[in-house]
């Protein structure tokens, strides 16, 4: 059972289980199990939603350190590759060079101003490229909204892309089936605490 809200110490920490940077050490045995199952659930939720990928490929995905999976998972769904597993395998080998990336230099948090509007901190603290940022305010509130719900995207290795991905997502419906992939993300990372709603 996924908990409604998470305790105010772990909403004020980023959990990015096993990410470079990320302060693991005060986590509990069933904070790292609840974070692995989570990962699992999503990972299944998104092979479910591109059937094509083939069982190599899909293994590898399930074998990766949750903050792998979620990095290849940010993408969004497959539905226009010609080869599913092709790209899968791809974006684990991009999300592994932008975790041997982070590891050599972690940026510092973005200074986000907290008088701009919601959107605007959005943009800011995740790092988020002009054109994006512009793409971003101009979708109908119920899109940014969406698109926000789904959380921090700091941990994707091209945030911008990101963000492009997630706003095709909302506006064909969420992406995948019942949107159970970004709401299961959503309620185990806990990595949303600075999108205010």
Not at 23 to 45: C, H, L, Q, T, Y
Not at 57 to 66: G, N, V, Y
Not at 174 to 187: D, I, K, M
Request: glycine residues 8%.
């Amino acid at each position: 059972m996924i908990p409604s809200t998470p305790s105010s110490d772990a909403a004020a920490r980023p959990l990015r289980f096993g990410a470079p940077g990320a302060d693991d050490m005060g986590r509990s045995p069933d904070e790292i199990r609840i974070i692995g199952e989570m990962a699992r659930e999503d990972v299944e939720a998104f092979l479910a939603a591109n059937p094509t990928v083939e069982g190599g490929a899909a293994d590898q995905l399930r074998k990766e350190p949750p903050f792998i999976q979620l990095a290849v998972l940010d993408y969004g769904p497959l539905r226009h590759a010609r080869e599913p597993s092709g790209v899968v395998i791809s974006r684990i080998r991009m999300a592994k060079t932008g975790a041997q990336n982070q590891k050599q230099s972690l940026p510092s948090p973005p200074v986000v101003d907290s008088s701009a509007n919601v959107v605007d901190q959005f943009i800011a603290s995740n790092r988020i490229d002009h054109s994006a940022g512009v793409a971003l305010k101009a979708e109908p509130p119920h899109i940014q909204q969406a698109v926000m719900a789904r959380g921090s995207l700091l941990n994707s290795t091209n945030p911008s892309a990101s963000l492009m991905s997630r706003i095709r997502q909302a506006k064909d419906g969420g992406g995948l089936a019942n949107g159970a992939f970004a709401l299961s993300r959503q309620a185990c990372m806990g990595r949303y605490a600075t999108v205010e709603r």
